[in-house]
C-alpha cells in the first residue's frame, strides 16, 4: 500500500441466484473471473494530547484502493470514526497502518479476522516500519507502493498462495500510474464538524530530496523527488468534490519550476489548502497564494532571525502558518524550551503543535539512540510524539514530558486553541466569499461530530 510527508461494515453478503429455482451459484473467491470481497481497514490511533480532536479522512487507503483491479469489491472501514463489524462477510481483510502507535491495534485486528479463518494482508507506511514484526499477525504482508502490483497480490489470493511478502520498497511504481484516489468510498458524514466537513487529502507528488533527522520517508520513498504529471493533478484536483484541501505531499520546496507550474495550474480550480512548507521565495509565494494557499504547516526549530522572516513573508502573502514544534532535540535545556514558546508568541504563529522528538524505526534519530542505549522502550503503543520514549540529554524524561504540556498550555493561554482555530476557518471563508466557492455548513449535522453526538456546551 503507497505511503504519501497521514475502518460497521457493509459487504454484499448474498451468493448469486439465477433465475431457475433449482440451481445456486456460490461465491467462489478463489474462481478465477469472481469478484472480491475485501473488506479494508485503517485501524484507530491516538490524537495527540493537548490538541482538539478531528478527524480527517485518510489518504492512504483511498489511494491503495484506486489500485485494485476494477472486478474487486471493496469496503472501507475507519476505526477513528466507526466500529469495525468483525462477523462481517469478506473474502480478503486489508489492513493499512500509517503510524507505529497503530501497528499494535492493527495487529490485534488481523489476528481476530484470522482466528475467524479469513485471510489479511497489510501495508501502509506503518506495515512498512515494522514489516518483520507485522508478518507475524498477517497471511501476507505488502511493502511499497501498490500501483500496477495488486492484480498479481490478488491472482496469487485466487489460487490460494499468497506469499507471505510482497516487497517493492526498493522499486516503487512508476508515478504516471498513479490516479484518483478512491474517495467514494468514505463515508463523508462522519468526516465533519458540526456541520463544517474536513479538508480532504490530495498529493501532487512522491519522495523528498530532503533527509530530515527525525523522518523515515527517506527509507520509504528514497530521496528521489517523483512529481505526478500536471494533467494527471489537475485531473484529479478537479474531481474532488471539496473545495478546501491538505496537500499531503512531505513538502513543496523541492523544486521552484516543479512549483512555480503547480501553482499556475492550479489558480483556475480555486481550491483553498493548506500544505507541508513552501519555497521561501517571493515568487513561489505570490503564485501559491493566487492558487489557494490558505495555511502552511512550517517547522519552528529555533529563535533565529530566518524563521522570523520566513513567517513575516507568509504571512504578507496573507499565508498563514501553523508552526510544527518539536521539543527533546539533544541541544534543547529547558530554558531553550521556554524561550522557543515565547518566541513562538512573539512571531505570532497562527497556531502550533507541539510534539516529543520520537525514534520511530528506520530514522537516524533511532539509530543514534539506539547507539547511545538511550531507548527507554519500544512499546509502539507509547510512540505518540506525546510519550517520553528515550533519555533526553539535558533533563530527565519526566521534566520533558512536564515542558511538552507546560508549551501547549503557555502557547493557548490569551487564546485557546479552538478560538485560534475558529480564526483560521474565517480566514478561509473570506476567501471563498470573495470569489464565490463558499459552501455553508449543513446545518442537519450542527449537532454531529465526526458522526457522534456533540456534547452540550464542549469545545472542540
Known sequence: MPASSCCDVRLPSRPAVPSAPSIVILHNPHAKNCAVKFLLIYPRWPKLSGQTEFHLPPHGPVVFAAALPPDVEVEFVDENVEAIDFDAQADLVGISMMLSSQVKRGWAIADEFRRRGLKVICGGIGTQLHAEETQAHADAVFIGEAEGRMEQVLDDFRQGRLRPTYDYLDSPAPVELVGPARRSLLKRDLYNYKGVRMVDLFHASRGCRFRCYPCAVNYLGGRSFRPRPFDKVVEELAGIDN??????DNSLAQSKAWELELFRQMIPLKKKWCSHPIENDEEVLDLAAQAGAWYVYQAVFDTSDFIRRRIERYHAHGIAVEGTILLGLDEHTEDDIKRLVDFLLEIELDLAEFTVLT??????????LVKEDRILTSDWDLY??????????????????????????AFYKDEPQTYKMYKLLQKVVGKEMADGT????????????FGRPASPGKSG
Open 384 to 409: 505518540t510524539a506525546d510519550k517520553v520514549v528515550y533519555r533526553p540529554r539535558h533533563m530527565s524524561p519526566d521534566r520533558l514530558l512536564e515542558l511538552y504540556h507546560w508549551a501547549w498550555d
Open 359 to 368: 525514534p520511530f524505526p528506520h530514522t537516524r534519530s533511532r539509530n543514534d
Open 438 to 449: 463558499f459552501v455553508p455548513r449543513r446545518t442537519e449535522l450542527a449537532d454531529k461530530r
Open 243 to 248: 473545495n478546501r484541501l491538505f496537500v499531503v
